[in-house]
């Protein structure tokens, strides 16, 4: 079935350095990816989404590039603060269109910045 | 955004005794629920999906019986844990998707323990 392979964390890093929290997926059909982020005591938040293959998603600093030929999608910042600090998970949906729907999750990488 | 609320966020209840979780979207109506589980360090795995005023659709693997889902209205889905055991103890998160757009929006979770 699906699936998703997040790298294991956690990630530690000083403000201003880059980050690269790498994403690779399982998927019969064309599926939506997504990286959301979980805040200290909060819920999930939707961060970015590509719907396609070479599509970018971006937001917040933040990006990622659907890379149906090497099946990846990695969430890259130039230059991260301390307030970056959170769980990042990666998901896909089975249904192209980027409605989502079902969702399959990453097991999460934890990032910690530090001043 | 969207919020999504989750209550209790924490609750402890004693071997074979039910307990129940309640998920709120409050500034939208929800046509879809979804149930997930998190397990230390672990990914959020999809238990059920309800939709309004239909039975859930559980994923392989997940008891119906025991994990008793409802979607009584649009804004509320109620996950009650029967007969609790030990190894249910764990994380439950819910997220709501409105008609339009569909993006899931996720609650802060609830840490169920089973003593």
């Known amino acids: 079935g699906d699936s998703v392979t997040q790298m294991e964390g956690p990630v530690t890093l000083s403000e201003e350095a880059f980050l690269t929290i790498n994403c690779t997926y399982t998927?019969?059909?064309?599926?939506?990816l997504f990286w959301y982020v979980q805040y200290p005591g909060e819920g999930l938040q939707l961060l970015l989404k590509?719907?396609?293959?070479?599509d970018k998603g971006s937001n917040k600093g933040f990006e990622a590039t659907y890379r149906k030929e090497t099946t990846s999608f990695h969430l890259e910042k130039g230059s991260v603060q301390v307030s970056d600090s959170a769980v990042y998970f990666c998901?896909?949906?089975?249904?192209?269109?980027?409605?989502?729907?079902?969702?399959?999750f990453g097991q999460g990488t934890t990032l910690q910045v530090k001043p | 955004g969207a919020v999504v609320s989750q209550h209790p966020s924490r609750v402890i209840c004693k071997s074979g005794t039910s307990v129940k979780i309640e998920c709120r979207s409050l500034?939208?109506?929800?046509?879809?629920m979804f149930w997930y589980r998190q397990f230390p360090k672990q990914s959020l795995m999809l238990m059920a999906t309800s939709n309004e005023g239909s039975k859930a659709t559980y994923e392989q693997g997940v008891e119906k019986d025991k994990f008793l889902i409802n979607h009584a209205s649009l804004t509320l889905s109620t996950l009650t844990v029967t007969s609790a055991h030990p190894e249910d103890s764990s994380f439950y998160i819910c997220?709501?998707?409105?008609?339009?757009?569909?993006?899931?929006?996720f609650g802060p979770g609830t840490r169920l323990t089973v003593t």
């Open positions: 590509a719907t396609k293959a070479d």
């Open positions: 998901a896909l949906s089975d249904n192209a269109s980027g409605n989502t729907g079902k969702l399959i």
């Open positions: 998927a019969t059909g064309y599926p939506s």
């Open positions: 500034d939208f109506q929800a046509t879809t």
């Open positions: 997220s709501a998707r409105a008609s339009s757009p569909y993006e899931q929006y």
